[in-house]
C-alpha cells in the first residue's frame, strides 16, 4: 500500500481473477495473477463445480468466457476484506458511465449557476440515499456490476468514490481538500453533523493518517482520486499515474 502504482495492471495480468455465472452472479474471486472477469454457462453451484474442474494457475479463465475486467481485485468482494464474492455483473450494460456522465452534467450547471461552493453542499446534501447516491439508486445494490468503460467493470460502491471524485473537481475544491475532508468524513464513522460542526478536527485527524488514502479505505480513496481525474482505464491510471498521486512525498 505504500506504493500505489503496483496497483496498476494496464492489461488485466494483476491479481485475481472473478468468476461469474451465466446470470452475471458473482460466484468466486480467485488470487491468481488475473484481473479478468469470466462468466461461466451454468447457474452457481454448476460454475462453482466447472471452476473445481477445470481451474488451474494455467487456465485462470476455468471454463469461462473473458467478458472484461476489474480495475482493482476487489471490486466484487465484500467490503471488509474478507474476499467474499459479492454482487451481480450486468454484462454489456452500461450503467455506471451513463450515471456517472448525467451526474457530471448535473454538477456542472448546478456549479455555473450558483458557484462551486454551493453546488457542493448540494452534491452532498443529496448524496446518502438519495438522488446522487448511486448505490443505493442502481437498482441493484452496493455491489452491482457494469461498465465505465468499455470492457471495464466496477461496482456501485466503485462508481459512488467515483462520483465524489468528479464533484469535487468539477466545483473546483482543492484535491487535498478533498481528501482530507473524505478521510475525516470516514474516521468519523460518516456523521454528517459531527463532521460538519467539527470539521477543522476531524481534517486533522485524517491528515495524522497521510499518505495514501488519509483515513479512507484505500479503494474508495483510488476511486476518488480517479474520479477526480476522470480517469476510467488502466491506461489511463498509468498515463496519469503521476498526478493521480501527486500528492506522494
Known amino acids: 500500500m505504500n506504493n500505489p502504482i503496483l496497483f496498476i495492471d494496464p492489461d488485466g495480468r494483476g491479481t485475481e481473477s472473478t468468476h461469474t455465472d451465466k446470470f452475471g452472479n458473482v460466484v468466486k474471486v480467485i488470487e491468481d495473477g488475473d484481473l479478468g472477469i469470466y462468466r461461466h454457462n451454468g447457474n452457481t453451484k454448476e460454475t462453482q463445480q466447472e471452476l473445481n474442474q477445470k481451474y488451474s494457475k494455467d487456465n485462470t479463465s476455468g471454463g469461462g468466457e473473458r467478458m472484461g475486467r476489474t480495475l482493482v481485485w476487489n471490486s466484487f468482494t465484500q467490503f471488509d476484506g474478507d474476499k467474499t464474492p459479492a454482487g451481480k455483473i450486468n454484462f454489456g450494460s452500461y450503467q455506471a458511465r451513463d450515471w456517472l456522465n ?15 461552493f454551493v453546488a457542493r453542499m448540494n452534491y452532498a446534501w443529496n448524496g446518502g440515499g438519495d438522488k446522487f447516491d448511486y448505490k443505493t439508486q442502481n437498482g441493484g445494490g452496493l455491489y452491482a456490476g457494469s461498465q465505465i468503460a468499455e470492457g471495464i467493470y466496477i461496482s456501485a460502491r466503485d462508481v459512488g468514490n467515483f462520483a465524489a471524485g468528479r464533484a469535487a473537481a468539477i466545483t473546483g475544491q482543492n484535491k487535498m481538500d478533498f481528501m482530507l475532508n473524505a478521510g475525516g468524513f470516514n474516521i468519523s464513522r460518516n456523521s454528517k453533523m459531527g463532521f460538519i460542526f467539527n470539521n477543522s478536527h476531524w481534517k486533522n485527524e485524517a491528515q495524522k493518517e497521510d499518505f495514501p488514502a488519509y483515513g479512507e479505505h484505500f479503494n474508495s480513496n483510488l476511486f476518488q482520486r480517479l474520479g477526480y481525474e476522470n480517469v476510467t482505464t488502466a491506461q489511463g491510471m498509468i498515463k496519469k499515474s503521476k498526478i493521480i498521486w501527486g500528492d506522494k512525498k
Open 102 to 116: 448525467n451526474f457530471s452534467d448535473a454538477v456542472s450547471k448546478d456549479t455555473e449557476a450558483n458557484g462551486g
